[in-house]
């Protein structure tokens, strides 16, 4: 059976019709693998497109005490792990049954290789060894006199291949225990090896992030340097093509700041790091080269004719190991045990585990087994898929209390196959008993959940459970819900200057005397035009119009409702009723011909509604009046003239505001400013004292006051 819904369509008209989103429908809408990975996966799957399935059945079978599981191989009746921090390496049989091979007196075991004979090695860290265990007892079979051991891999002819650090040597063992060097690298360790069919060898370095290809004629030359300092894990498949992950510094299990350097005496000591756990021995102290926001882990593949390609970045995960079994590509992840495979050119995501990381991976018949450290288990791949799997979704923060509508999805579901879901909403961030319980499950192309609670954030969970084996499949899921309307805010409401208006950006008065744009019909203001059009709404610049003034607010609204405003005014000394100025303001400023009102003291009441994007039963609004406004279109008057000295004494006079400036001219030169007598000009009177320099002549004082207004009196006549 295929399911579907129309749910696209519908965001489309939403989006499209309403005038703002607002508190009209919105949807969490799910449709992708990103998405889909913010929540929790148990027993399921997805794609990189987004389709979520059952996932392959995977059996834990056993779970260690060790603190770290560090390396495994596979063993001819198991499989062999190598642990930290007491350096055991133990057997883990088909059965999930547990033994100890041997202890050794170094406390990490980062490799391990097993012989098809049983025969096991161990490389150890620090002071580094390589032990070889057979027959229930283990002895010192190289010495490399290194810190770090930290691959093992068999040549083609046969030596067993010994990577280390912090020296970054690879060296080859024969039977006998004794070594030679095959490769002295420049970078301080040799972090992985994959032995190729013609019998060469890829190298993975840590320090510089290098992969090497050493040839049997004993050449190197670098296939890749990465940005990233450190290669973690190469395989190779069928093809010939080799595939190798990179990881950033701080993602190493390790302190790779060390360069190759001679080793230092005496006890070395050596830093594992488990991401979210506490470290073994103080933090790792790499650190990104300058510049570095990539990803945090990156999958490459490497062409037979070396051409390097990146499939894959993880920004948030950090990439363990890689194998290549059953005809793709299996990647091990941390920091939340997930396990990933890639073929056709898409991640899947195959399992998620509890344990946070996914550190080794071997060949299996159905799938991979892994083993997983932080807690140190091991898994095996099974056939089939599980039967039953969950998803729970993260908390979706709706931005405040809301109502809840209806959930969508879109998927397949087989035979018999099934997908339930049930939600529960909260006001917390995190789900607590605050919450409320789960609903029942239910059924259905399309869910109401007009019973839930009203809550700021909601969860829903999809239980799948297959049917012969068939799995359903989810594409997609949607939920919509409202928001509860609240009361707009407004944060301020001031006046500018006198005479100082707010344009559209785009007004241009050319060389004109700038003008209203149009008289108000219904009352006696006059305003200034508003935009063109709304593209233009918001973008102001500022000019003069004496006998102006300009009101200007902020405002928001908690729904992200469009808003309108509404403005009226009385004087300030009335509590009478308010009187119209303008309504159905879309902008946050107004700017309108005081002229029209007489002098005096008045206040402005605003009022912002969300009206736009409500119905009327609903709509709310806030409401703000201003601080007393001064109303101010008379100019100064003198008072009194006296002379004395040859200096002139004016007193001047103001009905309404203080006095701003006091310019004289002397015979009709220059406008220069005049000295009050008290050393400021900020009164309502101001007592001048003006100079001529000579008797006679044309002697003018001009005189403008906080509103603007401006006037000239002619002091040769005045007395």
């Not at 060898?201 to 050493?214: D, K």
């Not at 407004?490 to 007004?507: H, Y």
Request: glycine letters at 10%.
């Amino acid at each position: 059976m295929i399911r579907r819904t129309a749910a696209l369509n519908l965001i489309v008209f939403l989006l499209t019709t309403a005038p703002v989103l607002a508190t009209q429908v919105r949807i969490f809408q799910v449709q992708s693998q990103a998405g889909f990975l913010t929540g929790t996966l148990e027993g399921v799957s997805v794609d990189s497109l987004g389709r979520m399935s059952l996932a392959p059945r995977a059996e834990r079978l056993a779970s260690l005490t060790e603190p770290f599981l560090l390396s495994a191989a596979s063993l001819p009746d198991g499989w062999v792990v190598g642990t930290g921090n007491a350096g055991r390496v133990l057997k883990i049989d088909r059965k999930g049954q547990v033994t100890e091979l041997f202890a050794a007196p170094e406390p990490e075991v980062f490799a391990v290789w097993a012989d098809p004979d049983g025969t096991v090695f161990a490389g150890t860290s620090p002071r580094g060894k390589v032990y070889r265990i057979s027959g229930g007892k283990g002895e010192i079979f190289f010495d490399p006199g290194e810190t770090y051991i930290w691959a093992l891999a068999r040549a083609a002819d046969g030596g067993l291949l010994v990577a280390t650090g912090t020296q970054g040597k690879l060296l080859k063992v024969d039977k006998n225990g004794k070594g030679t060097v095959l490769y002295d690298s420049e970078d301080g360790h040799l972090r992985a090896l994959e032995v190729l069919p013609d019998g060469d060898v890829l190298i993975g370095t840590a320090g510089e992030g290098l992969i090497l290809r050493l040839g049997k004629d004993g050449n190197a030359r670098t296939l890749y340097d990465a940005d990233e300092p450190e290669v973690v894990a190469l395989t190779s498949g069928p093809d010939g093509t080799c595939y190798a992950a990179v990881v950033a510094s701080e993602s190493s299990l390790v302190d790779l700041s060390q360069t190759a350097a001679p080793a230092a005496p005496g006890e070395p000591q050596v830093t594992v790091t488990v991401e979210g756990a506490e470290p073994a021995a103080g933090p790792a102290t790499g650190t990104r080269r300058p510049g570095d926001l990539g990803p945090r882990s990156q999958i490459l593949s490497l062409s037979k004719d070396g051409v390097a390609e990146t499939l894959w970045g993880f920004q948030e995960e950090t990439v363990y190991d890689l194998l290549w079994t059953r005809g793709r590509l299996w990647v091990a992840t941390g920091l939340e045990g997930k396990l990933y495979s890639w073929a056709d050119r898409q991640m899947l995501q195959e399992k998620d585990v509890d344990e946070r990381q996914i550190v080794a991976l071997l060949p299996g018949e159905a799938g991979p087994a892994f083993a997983t450290t932080n807690a140190a288990a091991f898994f095996q791949v099974t056939a089939g898929t599980e039967k039953t799997g969950t998803y729970t979704s993260a908390a979706m923060d709706t931005g405040q209390a809301s109502r809840f509508g209806t959930f969508r999805w879109r998927g397949e579901t087989p035979g018999g196959s099934g997908v339930r879901f049930s939600f529960r909403s909260g006001v917390s961030s995190e789900p607590d008993r605050t919450w409320s319980p789960w609903t029942a499950a239910k059924r259905g192309d399309e869910i109401s959940l007009a019973d839930l609670p009203r809550g700021r954030y909601i969860q829903w969970r999809a239980e799948m459970e297959a049917d012969g084996g068939r799995s359903p499949r989810l594409y997609n899921a949607e939920l919509s819900y409202r928001q509860e309307n609240l009361r707009p805010r407004i944060d301020s409401l001031g006046v500018l200057e006198p005479g100082q208006i707010l344009v559209p950006s785009n007004f241009n008065p050319s060389n004109q005397v700038y003008e209203p744009a149009h008289p108000t019909r219904e009352g006696i203001f006059t305003s200034v035009g508003q935009p063109a059009d709304e593209d233009d709404a918001g973008r102001t610049k500022p000019l003069w119009k004496k006998g102006y003034r300009t009101l200007r607010w902020t405002a928001v609204d908690p729904n992200q409702d469009g808003l309108l405003y509404d403005l009226s005014f009385r004087p300030a000394d009335s509590e009478g009723e308010w009187l119209t100025v303008t309504g159905d303001l879309e902008e946050s400023y107004f700017s309108f011909d005081a002229t029209a009102l007489p002098d005096g003291v008045y206040r402005f009441r605003l009022r912002a509604s969300d009206r736009p994007s409500n119905d009327p039963q609903s709509a709310l609004e806030a409401e703000r009046v201003s601080d007393p406004v001064v109303i101010d279109h008379t100019t100064p008057v003198l008072v009194k003239v006296d002379r004395s000295g040859g200096k002139v004494r004016a007193t001047v006079r103001d009905s309404a505001n203080p006095l701003r400036e006091a310019m004289v001219s002397v015979d009709a030169q220059e406008w220069k400013p005049v000295p009050s007598a008290d050393g400021l000009i900020d009164g309502q009177t101001e007592t001048l004292v003006v100079d001529p320099g000579k008797p006679g002549g044309l002697l003018l004082l001009r005189i403008m006051d906080a509103a603007y207004n401006v006037v000239t009196f002619n002091l040769s006549e005045a007395r």
